[in-house]
T-cell receptor
Framework: GDSVTQMEGPVTLSEEAFLTINCTYT??????LFWYVQYPGEGLQLLLK?????DKGSNKGFEATYRKETTSFHLEKGSVQVSDSAVYFC????????????FGKGTRLSVIA | SQTIHQWPATLVQPVGSPLSLECTVE??????LYWYRQAAGRGLQLLFY??????ISSEVPQNLSASRPQDRQFILSSKKLLLSDSSFYLC????????????FGPGTRLTVL
């Protein structure tokens, strides 16, 4: 079945450090890929997405590139802030009718000043 | 604009008591609806999803059930809570036929004592 594997956290970084959160996937079809973010005490919200190979999704300084050859969608940010502390979820869907999203287990990021 | 409501925000219940969590969506019609569970330190687990009134798909067999009595209302229930049901419960919606972009509610923190 379809699945998403994320690097295990927690990840702790100093402010202005470079961030990478790895995400790889397995899918039977041609998936769309997503990153969702969950700030403390809240629900998830969509951060960025990419729907085809070599697409780059970007939002709020975060970027991720859809790499079909390596089945990856790593999340990056050049300079993190304390306000980026959250749990980040990688997800996919093969856009087959109403098939729900498949989420990774999430990676907790803590940014310290 | 669309909004999603969940209540209550927090709930403390004794073991063996019943449960009813409610989720409603405004500003859209015929949405897909989802219930997730997020245990402390663990990932997001899809419990149920619905593509229409009275249509419920169960992803994980357990002592929980879901119902969709109205187009924009989704209810998570249990007849007898277990200690292991303590978790953070999230409701989400997506446009019908478009499970790729989900919008999450604020969540309900359930503690079973």
């Amino acid at each position: 079945g379809d699945s998403v594997t994320q690097m295990e956290g927690p990840v702790t970084l100093s402010e202005e450090a470079f961030l990478t959160i790895n995400c790889t996937y397995t899918a039977t079809g041609y998936p769309s890929l997503f990153w969702y973010v969950q700030y403390p005490g809240e629900g998830l919200q969509l951060l960025l997405k990419a729907t085809k190979a070599d697409d780059k999704g970007s939002n709020k300084g975060f970027e991720a590139t859809y790499r079909k050859e390596t089945t990856s969608f790593h999340l990056e940010k050049g300079s993190v802030q304390v306000s980026d502390s959250a749990v980040y979820f990688c997800a996919l869907t093969v856009n087959s009718g109403n098939t729900p999203l498949v989420f990774g287990k999430g990676t907790r990021l803590s940014v310290i000043a | 604009s669309q909004t999603i409501h969940q209540w209550p925000a927090t709930l403390v219940q004794p073991v063996g008591s019943p449960l009813s969590l409610e989720c409603t969506v405004e500003g859209t019609s015929n949405p897909n609806l989802y219930w997730y569970r997020q245990a402390a330190g663990r990932g997001l687990q899809l419990l149920f999803y619905s593509v229409g009134i009275g249509q419920i798909s169960s992803e994980v067999p357990q002592n929980l059930s879901a119902s969709r009595p109205q187009d924009r209302q989704f209810i998570l229930s249990s007849k007898k809570l277990l200690l292991s049901d303590s978790s953070f419960y999230l409701c989400a919606w997506s446009p019908h036929g478009r499970p790729d972009t989900q919008y999450f509610g604020p969540g309900t923190r359930l503690t079973v004592l």
